[in-house]
């Protein structure tokens, strides 16, 4: 389906040039994101000209005219004129309090359904459930679990309800029959949970090691070169390096969504758990899950003196040997528990309707952070909750 057509020639050049390559950009979009753009030109249509004064007014000063920016046109040059330009803080600044008159009238179209977001601990931890969730506890509360004797059946009872990965009653199957494509995602270090998920959307760090090497490989190869003056022009670059031997290589959205992750330059192509963590996050940003299941595990150790900051596989780079990183794994998750939380937050699709679900492989305790009226929110204090009832109050939460 083609992008919609828009007419707001009145907004500003650099304001409406972001929103045109969005639509150029129209097949590598979720459908939620389809949605929003569809609702913010929409909006933009009707937009008031007095939002833009201060914007129409401060372009001509930073130097915007129209053989320097033809309308329509947003390019890396473009993007580095932005950043160079002694005004761009004001711009930015104006930018902002544009978006903040815009986004809550956006937020008021947007339909509300519950959700669920799952953020699983690997049972290898150092710690007990007292040491768990600390940045987090306050804003819910510890529910105390029965754990299987045989603790690899905690995953299978949670997502399927029974410890044999009956695949009928995955949750991840479940809500990705009732609310469609892209509508469930797991994302995990491993890749155990693919036997949970054949319609959903499913990644894994270890499923995508030969992508991954591939990638570092040729990042390697154009930073020894130095053709490439800056990380825009490598992304540039590294855009027609598809992950063909992954599990999405036929999918041009999935392929796109793969690439960017693991180039954000954060870390994501040599820690597992930043991998996880970073996907995890595009995910609910981008395509707005109604079930987000994300399995963290035990990170190694940056080895010194590696080729952390330009892509080379450590265990190619030093001999040293490779080690698990236990504490540097559990103070890793205590942030990413926190920042989980906080980003779904900024969404309206995800305020007063998402049940957040922290558990940690064999642990006896969970964090739960819910609304009022999620099954498992009014547990008498004491009372030991089954993974099993877990798993069906979640059914009855996303209604499926």
Same mark, same amino acid.
């Given at each position: 389906m083609p992008p919609p057509r828009f007419d707001f020639d009145h907004v500003p050049v650099t304001f409406a040039a972001y929103f045109n390559e969005q639509l150029r950009a129209w097949e590598t979009l979720f459908p939620a994101e389809k949605s929003y753009f569809d609702r913010l030109g929409t909006y933009l249509e009707k937009a008031p000209p007095a939002m833009f004064t201060a914007l129409a007014e401060l372009e001509p000063k930073m130097g915007v005219t129209s053989s320097?920016?033809?309308?329509?046109? %947003?390019?890396?040059?473009?993007?580095?004129?932005?950043?160079?330009n002694p005004l761009y803080p004001e711009w930015r600044r104006i930018i902002t309090a544009i978006f903040d008159q815009i986004n809550p009238a956006l937020d008021a179209t947007t339909k509300g359904v519950p959700r669920i977001v799952i953020v699983l601990a690997p049972a290898d931890l150092p710690v007990g459930p007292d040491r768990m969730w600390t940045r987090?506890?306050? @804003?819910?509360?510890?529910?105390?679990?029965?754990?299987? =004797?045989?603790?690899?059946?905690? &995953?299978?009872?949670?997502? !399927?309800?029974?410890?044999?990965?009956? &695949?009928? !009653?995955?949750?991840?199957?479940?809500?990705?029959?009732?609310r469609g494509p892209h509508s469930s995602w797991? &994302? =995990?270090?491993?890749?155990?949970?693919?036997?949970?998920?054949? @319609?959903?959307?499913?990644?894994?760090?270890?499923?995508?090691?030969?992508?991954?090497?591939?990638l570092m490989a040729e990042v390697q190869k154009i930073a020894e070169q130095g053709e490439i003056r800056g990380p825009r022009q490598l992304g540039e670059k590294l855009k027609t390096l598809q992950p063909r031997d992954a599990?999405?290589?036929?999918?041009?959205?999935?392929?796109? %969504? &793969?690439?960017?992750?693991?180039?954000?330059?954060?870390?994501?192509?040599?820690?597992?758990?930043?991998?996880v963590e970073w996907a995890s996050v595009q995910a609910i940003r981008r395509a707005k899950p109604s079930l987000l299941v994300t399995s963290f595990g035990i990170r190694n150790k940056v080895k010194p003196?590696?080729?952390?900051?330009?892509? =080379?596989?450590?265990?190619? *780079?030093? *001999?040293?040997?490779?080690? *698990?990183?236990?504490?540097?794994?559990?103070?890793?998750?205590?942030?990413?528990?926190?920042?989980?939380?906080?980003?779904?937050? @900024?969404?309206?699709?995800?305020r007063n309707n998402t049940a957040y679900l922290f558990l940690a492989e064999g642990m006896d305790e969970m964090l739960l952070i819910a609304p009022a009226d999620f099954p498992q929110a009014d547990v008498t204090p004491g009372q030991r909750v089954t993974l099993e009832s877990l798993h069906k109050s979640c059914r009855l939460w996303l209604g499926v």
């Open positions: 320097s920016w033809p309308r329509g046109r %947003f390019t890396l040059q473009q993007v580095d004129f932005l950043n160079r987090l506890v306050g @804003k819910g509360r510890r529910v105390p679990l029965v754990v299987p =004797e045989d603790i690899s059946h905690c &995953i299978p009872l949670l997502l !399927t309800g029974t410890a044999n990965h009956n &695949i009928e !009653t995955s949750l991840v199957e479940l809500c990705s029959a009732a797991t &994302i =995990e270090t491993a890749a155990t949970m693919q036997a949970y998920s054949q @319609k959903g959307t499913h990644l894994s760090y270890e499923g995508l090691r030969t992508y991954r090497m591939r599990e999405f290589a036929n999918d041009p959205l999935m392929a796109e %969504f &793969i690439r960017a992750t693991l180039l954000a330059g954060n870390g994501t192509l040599l820690v597992n758990n930043t991998f003196f590696s080729s952390l900051l330009i892509f =080379e596989d450590q265990d190619a *780079a030093t *001999a040293i040997p490779t080690q *698990a990183d236990m504490l540097g794994s559990y103070v890793d998750l205590e942030v990413f528990y926190q920042y989980l939380w906080q980003e779904a937050g @900024k969404y309206a699709e995800y």
